[in-house]
């Protein structure tokens, strides 16, 4: 059964006069499990996808439904419940807070999901751990690297148990070989813990991990399926 449905999304941008269809009419599922790879070029709609999918954006038509609930994007209230419960985030820019450390960045986010218990800051340290930084928690994130930044994004995004994780160009500002230890993060996500991972990106790596690709080109899906396979190689 999908985690996340949607149905003919639609977004429009109206200003002096213009008009510009962001979306045209875009349905997609995610699968617990399932690792989908959104490709395009810049403007093609890739990051307003993942925005009103992901509950940071209303769409001007269509439908949503995230682990079973149908999303109401006409209460703000009912946006952030569903972020809060079900979503995780993963930016480009990395969006830590330069004065927190390591795990007061984790700690934060945990706040915020509502999840300030006895145990959230054993949660953070044990989600940190897992991801190979528990010997960084008390460095603030100018002491890090790009790749332990990435890191800490990722455990940022984890925390709360969201089911769902959007990563948008996640490997952009990293080196290959970092890139590539990011992406067997999400492979273990999505294998080892069943979370439905959508991961936007120029990065032709991500294909290797790539359960289903999506083309997005004029904010409208041109092509999905299976990523394409060398047979000499045997791999993407």
């Known amino acids: 059964m999908a985690i996340l449905e949607a149905e003919c999304l639609t977004k429009v941008y109206e200003e002096g006069g213009s008009r510009v269809e962001a979306l045209r009419g875009i349905s997609l599922d995610l699968e617990p499990g399932e690792i989908v790879l959104l490709e395009g070029p810049s403007g093609s709609g ?10 940071l954006l209303s769409p001007t038509s269509g439908r949503l439904s995230v682990e079973g609930r149908a999303v109401d994007f006409a209460s703000a209230e009912d946006m952030v419940r569903v972020r809060r419960e079900s979503i995780g985030f993963i930016f480009q820019s990395f969006n830590l807070f330069p004065a927190l450390t390591v795990l007061e960045n984790v700690l934060f ?31 603030i994130p100018a002491k890090l690297s790009g790749g332990e930044k990435q890191r800490v994004a ?9 089911r ?5 160009e996640p490997t952009a500002n990293l080196d290959s070989h970092v890139g590539l230890e990011v992406l067997e993060i999400f492979r273990k996500l999505a294998k080892e813990e069943g979370r439905a991972v959508l991961v936007a990106t120029h990065d032709s790596a991500v294909r290797k ?15 999905e399926g299976p990523p394409v396979t060398d047979p000499e190689k045997g791999h993407p």
């Open 154 to 162: 990722i455990a940022r995004a984890l925390s709360g148990g969201s």
């Open 109 to 139: 986010a945990l706040q915020v999901r509502g999840r300030r218990t006895p145990d959230y800051e054993r949660e953070a340290r044990m989600i940190l751990e897992q991801i190979g930084l528990g010997h960084r928690l008390d460095f």
């Open 209 to 223: 991990i790539a359960d289903w690709v999506l083309k997005i080109r004029d904010g409208q899906l041109i092509e």
């Open 164 to 168: 769902i994780v959007f990563a948008d």
């Open 46 to 55: 890739k990051t307003t996808l993942m925005s009103v999918a992901g509950c």
